[in-house]
């Protein structure tokens, strides 16, 4: 009754710090969201300058993964060759800095809740990379899948109130930029051995980041904020955005590492929800019938495609247990014979 009770506790526990996990994620990544809408749209804070804020977070991000690196030591750093860090680190930089920077552009142009329904594609985008570079194998189901995500996003778009070309051009190359980086992520660092946690991965990447958006920003938004004499750096509004944004980053290793990356797609999904509601209801934008219904169709192409991913990796467990099984049958078997023949070798003698 004890162990029984005990194993229950246990579970119900892990449970919780799953959910604990998700919610944590999904509250920081609605936050950054919505505070980055904040800050960008003309109509609340006004401050239109997406490189400048990427460049505020990366520099944030970068300053402090360097004191728990370098000055606190409170992580142990990556050992890794300036020719890995050239090859690896500086393209995965590359692909994340214009990833955040169209991003957080379209904030300017699209409502929060199109954004979401927008980055519904993030699947197709993935799958889709994956299979052009050969990670991923090409199958007619979930080519298929991946076309009714596309359809559903295509009759979101269809009927959005604030269609803006400009702003679904930044935000699906965003989405395709990401999915590029995620897949990088895969064939550079991954297949090389090489993993890196929040800190590490911001401590290498944030500089890249850094240098990269700082040749689109002296062209593009420099000669503005020289202009604009009038401006003041809000140490508060900044300071805080460029936390949570950090926080983000911890939040997202925390709940891959304590879950899985399949859980926080399916936290995804509930996020995308939420902010669809909160953009209806706070912010006040147009949500059309036509969109919900689009991005209905897209959200079950989503969920059939977490299941898929669920049922195989519940097949590789299984198939992997079963290999390790026979493997250990086969080990007692050779050691039963080596036991039988000993026995008739004393025999013998």
Same mark, same amino acid.
């Given at each position: 009754?004890? @162990?029984?009770?005990?194993?229950?506790?246990?579970?119900?526990?892990?449970?919780? %710090? $799953?959910?604990?996990? &998700?919610?944590?994620?999904?509250?920081?990544?609605?936050t950054?969201?919505?505070?980055? @809408?904040?800050?960008?749209?003309?109509?609340?804070?006004?401050?239109p300058?997406?490189?400048?804020?990427?460049?505020?977070?990366?520099?944030?991000?970068?300053?402090?993964?360097?004191?728990?690196?370098?000055?606190?030591?409170?992580?142990?750093?990556?050992?890794?060759?300036?020719?890995?860090?050239?090859?690896?680190?500086?393209?995965?930089?590359?692909?994340?800095?214009?990833?955040?920077? /169209?991003?957080?552009?379209?904030?300017?142009?699209? $409502?929060?809740?199109?954004? #979401?329904? %927008?980055?519904?594609?993030?699947?197709?985008?993935?799958?889709?990379?994956?299979?052009?570079?050969?990670?991923?194998?090409?199958?007619n189901?979930?080519?298929?899948?991946?076309?009714?995500?596309?359809?559903?996003?295509?009759?979101?778009?269809?009927?959005?109130?604030?269609?803006?070309?400009?702003?679904?051009?930044? #935000? /699906?190359g965003?989405?395709?930029?990401?999915?590029?980086?995620?897949?990088?992520?895969q064939? *550079?660092?991954?297949? @090389?051995?090489?993993?890196?946690?929040?800190?590490?991965?911001?401590?290498?990447?944030?500089?890249?980041?850094?240098?990269?958006?700082?040749?689109?920003?002296?062209?593009?938004?420099?000669?503005? /904020?020289?202009?604009?004499?009038?401006?003041?750096?809000?140490?508060? &509004?900044?300071?805080?955005?460029?936390?949570?944004?950090?926080?983000?980053?911890?939040?997202?290793?925390?709940?891959v590492?304590?879950?899985?990356?399949?859980?926080?797609?399916?936290?995804?999904?509930?996020?995308?929800?939420?902010?669809?509601?909160?953009?209806?209801?706070?912010?006040?934008?147009?949500?059309?019938?036509?969109?919900?219904?689009?991005?209905?169709?897209?959200?079950?192409?989503?969920?059939?495609?977490?299941?898929?991913? *669920? +049922?195989?990796?519940?097949?590789?467990?299984? #198939? @992997?247990?079963?290999? +390790?099984?026979?493997?250990?049958?086969?080990? %007692?078997?050779?050691e039963?014979?080596?036991?039988?023949?000993?026995?008739?070798?004393?025999?013998?003698?």
């Amino acid at each position: 009754m004890g @162990k029984g009770g005990s194993l229950s506790d246990g579970v119900v526990k892990k449970i919780v %710090l $799953s959910y604990t996990y &998700v919610a944590i994620w999904i509250f920081l990544s609605f936050t950054v969201i919505v505070y980055n @809408k904040y800050i960008l749209d003309k109509k609340m804070y006004n401050w239109p300058f997406p490189i400048s804020l990427t460049m505020i977070h990366m520099s944030f991000c970068a300053t402090l993964a360097v004191l728990l690196v370098r000055v606190f030591r409170l992580v142990e750093p990556v050992s890794m060759s300036r020719e890995v860090y050239l090859s690896s680190v500086v393209p995965i930089g590359a692909l994340y800095s214009l990833s955040l920077w /169209l991003s957080n552009s379209a904030y300017i142009y699209l $409502s929060v809740s199109f954004i #979401q329904m %927008l980055k519904a594609l993030m699947p197709v985008a993935v799958y889709s990379i994956g299979v052009l570079l050969r990670k991923e194998s090409y199958k007619n189901d979930t080519m298929l899948n991946m076309l009714s995500i596309s359809l559903g996003v295509g009759v979101a778009a269809y009927g959005e109130a604030r269609f803006d070309a400009w702003g679904v051009l930044l #935000q /699906l190359g965003a989405v395709a930029f990401e999915a590029t980086r995620l897949v990088m992520i895969q064939i *550079l660092l991954t297949s @090389k051995g090489i993993s890196l946690n929040p800190i590490t991965s911001l401590y290498y990447v944030a500089p890249c980041c850094l240098v990269f958006l700082s040749v689109p920003w002296i062209f593009v938004e420099y000669p503005v /904020l020289r202009d604009t004499s009038t401006f003041q750096f809000d140490f508060v &509004v900044f300071g805080t955005n460029s936390f949570c944004a950090f926080a983000l980053n911890l939040a997202v290793f925390l709940l891959v590492g304590k879950t899985s990356a399949l859980t926080m797609n399916v936290a995804g999904v509930v996020k995308d929800w939420l902010l669809i509601a909160f953009s209806w209801s706070v912010i006040k934008d147009t949500v059309t019938p036509i969109n919900l219904f689009g991005y209905g169709l897209a959200f079950l192409g989503v969920a059939y495609y977490n299941h898929s991913k *669920l +049922q195989a990796l519940k097949a590789k467990e299984a #198939q @992997k247990k079963t290999a +390790q099984a026979d493997e250990e049958e086969g080990r %007692l078997l050779e050691e039963r014979e080596a036991d039988g023949m000993g026995k008739r070798n004393d025999q013998q003698n």
